[in-house]
């Protein structure tokens, strides 16, 4: 099983659904992030949290809130989606506050807005 | 200006031979860097860390080069299974290594 798991893979929605992507990890990592990816544009930041009591606003978190459940699950939220929503997401995971720290990603949930 | 930047290529290599590409990145106060490989459609996998001194993993040379603030991954010997876009990646203390920055990412293609 994957360390870090996204659900759901793959979504197709309409344009002003509410939509959740879920992410949980067992790494045992402190911090959390979502990104999205989209072509050309490379991972851009949306959400991240180094722990449960604390969540930050990454470069795009405008239309996106998270949830930080549990050490282990960080969920994204699209409260009323947008055709420009459209992207493949992922969540990653790290150890806290390290030089040398690297970023785990999940397998990545591609969500079309129609 | 993205704070990093890459070439997005497709950069086309024969089989067996060598290449490199860089990533350029803005913000001077930048200390780790990493090389990331990601597969058509699939997640993002370190491929290295970067150091100050320069690194090298088999068939793959990183090198920081702060004063120009870019860094380089060099790839030897090419094989088929190169063929990826690879990501760099930049992290910074004032962020507490929190705010990993990613290159848009530069596509490999090894042919035959």
């Known amino acids: 099983d994957a360390d870090v798991t996204q659900t759901p893979r793959n979504r197709i929605t309409k344009t002003g659904k509410r939509i959740m992507l879920e992410c949980s990890q067992t790494k045992g990592h402190d911090r959390m992030y979502w990104y999205r990816q989209d072509p050309g544009l490379g991972l851009q930041l949306i959400y991240y949290?180094?722990?449960?009591?604390?969540?930050n606003k990454g470069e795009i978190s405008d239309g996106y809130s998270v949830s930080r459940q549990a050490q282990a699950k960080f969920s994204l939220s699209l409260e009323s989606a947008i055709p420009n929503q459209t992207a493949l997401y992922f969540c990653?995971?790290?150890?806290?506050?390290?030089?040398?720290?690297?970023?785990?990603f999940g397998e990545g949930s591609r969500l079309t807005v129609l | 200006r993205k704070e990093v930047e890459q070439d997005p290529g497709p950069f086309n290599v024969p089989e067996g031979a060598t290449v490199a590409f860089n990533c350029t990145y803005s913000?001077?106060?930048?200390?780790?860097f990493f090389w990331y490989r990601q597969d058509c459609r699939k997640e993002p996998k370190l491929l290295m860390s970067?150091?100050?001194s320069g690194n090298e993993d088999g068939r793959f040379t990183a090198q920081l080069n702060r004063a120009s603030q870019y860094i380089s991954l060099l790839i030897r010997d090419s094989k088929l299974s190169d063929s990826a876009t690879y990501l760099c990646a930049v992290n910074n203390r004032a962020d507490s290594w929190g705010k990993f920055q990613f290159g848009a990412g530069t596509q490999v293609v090894v042919t035959p």
């Open positions: 949290s180094f722990d449960v009591k604390d969540i």
């Open positions: 913000n001077s106060a930048s200390q780790s």
């Open positions: 990653a995971t790290s150890e806290g506050g390290r030089e040398t720290g690297e970023l785990f």
């Open positions: 970067v150091y100050s």
